[in-house]
């Protein structure tokens, strides 16, 4: 993780302006010569916020029979060196402990997560191709480093953006869980952003 590019978009990632974070970290990509990293220019995820909506729809209503669910927590999977498969898997909590980035310890009580409820987990898919780049990448310095993490910052905001784009989704078709509060960010990383029902 560039902890300087994140700095730049983090901002606007916390204000859900998703479209122009990618817009800041596209212009960026797009100043170094072409490596295989560019290829997530324009690769937009949100198509898929119906079927995501729809499956965090079916994690509610299997975990609301066990516990009264408050909120929910989404991670993206550790996907820069879990190149095999990116996927989010989603946590239902009987709390919302709120948005405090120095103190998220209620995240650590899991009750119940989808993987497990519904044995399948979210898979990302069309990003096949940097996912072998991202497989394949040795380097640490140069213009092939900043291509792979500005292209790691548009993955994340990528993935924010449909989470976001579910929960609007989840409210536009009447699911019983649009009106609860969400909280996304990639594994092992201390940003967290939160989508409260609209």
């Not at 479209?19 to 324009?42: S, Y």
């Not at 991670?75 to 009987?94: G, K, R």
């Not at 096949?128 to 291509?147: C, P, R, V, W, Y």
Request: charged share 30%.
């Amino acid at each position: 993780m560039n902890f300087e590019f994140a700095e730049k978009l983090n901002p606007l990632l916390a204000q859900l302006e998703f479209a122009k974070a990618i817009d800041l970290a596209e212009v960026e990509l797009r100043k170094l010569p072409a490596t295989e990293f560019q290829e997530v220019l324009g690769k937009s995820l949100v198509s898929h916020a119906d079927s995501l909506a729809n499956w965090i729809e079916e994690f509610f209503q299997k975990s609301s029979v066990k516990i009264n669910v408050k909120s929910f927590y989404v991670e993206l999977n550790e996907f820069d060196i879990n190149t095999e498969q990116w996927y989010l898997d989603c946590f239902a909590f009987s709390e919302d402990g709120g948005l405090d980035l120095d103190d998220m310890e209620w995240l650590c009580d899991l009750e119940t997560n989808a993987k497990d409820v519904l044995g399948t987990i979210f898979l990302i898919e069309g990003y096949e191709k940097l996912q072998s780049a991202f497989e394949a990448i040795e380097t640490d310095e140069g213009n092939l480093q900043n291509a792979k993490d500005w292209c790691e910052q548009i993955i994340i905001a990528r993935f924010m953006e449909l989470v976001r784009e579910a929960h609007l989704s989840a409210k536009k078709l009447n699911l019983d869980w649009a009106s609860i509060p969400i909280y996304f960010t990639e594994h092992a990383y201390d940003f967290i952003v939160k989508s409260e029902p609209s």
